[in-house]
C-alpha cells in the first residue's frame, strides 16, 4: 500500500473498528439467553441416555432349539420322507426279485405291486435280473 | 458451583461421569455448552424458536454419543459447536427460497434511554450479521460475539487458522459497511 494513501486511510479504519467493537459489545450484553424449561429438557435427556448405559438390558438369551426346530422342522420332514422312500427303494424293491425267491407264496402279490410301482418309478428293473 | 470454577474441569471427564448418570455433571455440562450454542444458533439463523431447537438436537446427540466418546479427540463443546453449525447450514439451506428479514431499522426519536438504545443496536447487528455470508457469519459470530481463539474456530468450521481470519477479516469489513449508514442513527455518535 502506498504510504500516503495508508496515512488517509488508516484514521477511518481505525473509526470502523471502534465502531464495530462497540456493535458487539452491545449484541454480547443483549444476547439470547437459554429458557429454564429448555434447560431442564435438557438435563433431563441427558439423565435418560445415560440409563441404558448404568442397567444394561440383561441378556435374556431364548433357548436355541425352539427356534432350531422352527427352522428345521418342514425341510426335516420332507427329507426324513425322502430318505425313508430312499431307503425302501434300496432295501426292499431292487432286491425283491431275488427274495422273492425264497419268500413265502402269500407275500408274492404285495410284492409284486411294490415291484410294479418301483418299475414306474425308476424305469429299471434289478439290473441283476437283466441277463446281461 | 459458579461457572467460572466449573469451565476448568475438564469437558471430557464431565461427559465420562453423565454416562455414568451423574445428574450434576450434566447441569455443569448443560450450563457450559447450551447457552453459548443457543446464541451462536440464535445469531446464525435469526429465529430463537429454531436456535432453541438446534440447541436441544446438539445437546441431545452429545449425550447419545456419551458412551462412545474418545478422551483426547476434540473438546466436547467443539464437538457440539460443529453439531450445531451443520444443523444451522441445513437450516438455511431450506429456507434460503425465502427472502431473508430485512433489518429492521430502529426509530431513534422513540428510544428514550439507553438501555433500549442498546437493545436497538444489538438487533440491528444480528440483522446486518443475517446479510452476510454464512460462512463469514460464522467465523464473526464464533470471534466476536462467543469470544473463540482462531484454533477453536478452525476446529469447529473444519478449515485452517488462516482460513479463519480471512473470513473473519471479510465479514467484519462486510458488517462496517452494512452498518455504515446507522451508525448516526443508532446512537453511537451521542455516546461519544
Not at chain 1, 477511518?12 to 459489545?25: G, K, N, S
Not at chain 1, 431307503?87 to 407275500?107: E, K, N
Not at chain 2, 478449515?159 to 473473519?168: H, M, P, R, Y
Request: glycine letters at 4%; hydrophobic letters at 45%; one cysteine or more.
Amino acid at each position: 500500500m502506498h504510504w500516503g494513501m495508508k496515512m488517509t486511510t488508516e484514521r477511518p479504519d481505525h473509526d470502523q473498528t471502534e465502531a464495530l467493537a462497540r456493535f458487539f459489545e452491545d449484541a454480547r450484553a443483549h444476547a439470547p439467553a437459554l429458557r429454564p424449561e429448555l434447560r431442564r429438557t435438557i438435563q433431563q435427556q441427558a439423565v435418560l441416555s445415560a440409563l441404558p448405559a448404568r442397567n444394561p438390558p440383561k441378556a435374556t438369551a431364548a433357548p436355541w432349539w425352539p427356534r432350531w426346530r422352527a427352522a428345521w422342522s418342514l425341510p426335516g420332514l420332507a427329507a426324513g420322507a425322502l430318505g425313508a422312500l430312499g431307503a425302501f427303494w434300496i432295501g426292499v424293491s431292487l432286491p425283491m426279485p431275488v427274495l422273492a425267491i425264497d419268500l413265502p407264496v402269500w407275500l408274492e402279490a404285495p410284492l409284486t405291486y411294490v415291484d410294479l410301482i418301483s418299475l414306474h418309478l425308476i424305469g429299471l428293473d434289478d439290473p441283476l435280473l437283466l441277463e446281461f | 458451583m459458579p461457572l467460572e470454577m466449573r469451565s476448568d474441569l475438564d469437558q471430557a471427564t464431565l461427559l465420562a461421569r453423565v454416562v455414568q448418570g451423574d445428574r450434576q455433571a450434566a447441569e455443569i455440562l448443560t450450563d457450559l455448552i447450551a447457552p453459548r450454542i443457543l446464541r451462536y444458533s440464535a445469531r446464525m439463523l435469526g429465529d430463537l424458536t429454531e436456535a432453541e431447537d438446534i440447541t436441544q438436537e446438539a445437546m441431545f446427540r452429545l449425550w447419545r454419543m456419551a458412551p462412545d466418546w474418545t478422551p483426547g479427540a476434540a473438546q466436547p463443546s467443539t464437538w457440539v459447536f460443529r453439531v450445531a453449525s451443520n444443523l444451522c447450514t441445513d437450516r438455511l439451506r431450506r429456507r434460503r427460497p425465502t427472502q431473508e428479514a430485512a433489518p429492521e431499522l430502529a426509530d431513534t426519536g422513540a428510544s428514550a434511554n439507553a438501555q433500549m438504545m442498546a437493545r436497538t443496536r444489538a438487533r440491528a447487528l444480528e440483522d446486518a450479521l443475517q446479510q452476510l455470508p454464512e460462512r463469514q457469519r460464522q467465523a464473526v459470530i464464533l470471534r466476536h460475539l462467543e469470544e473463540m481463539s482462531n484454533p477453536e474456530i478452525a476446529a469447529i468450521l473444519m478449515v485452517g487458522v488462516e482460513a479463519v481470519e480471512s473470513l473473519t477479516a471479510r465479514g467484519k469489513r462486510n458488517l462496517s459497511a452494512i452498518l455504515a449508514g446507522q451508525r448516526d442513527a443508532l446512537g453511537y455518535e451521542d455516546d461519544d
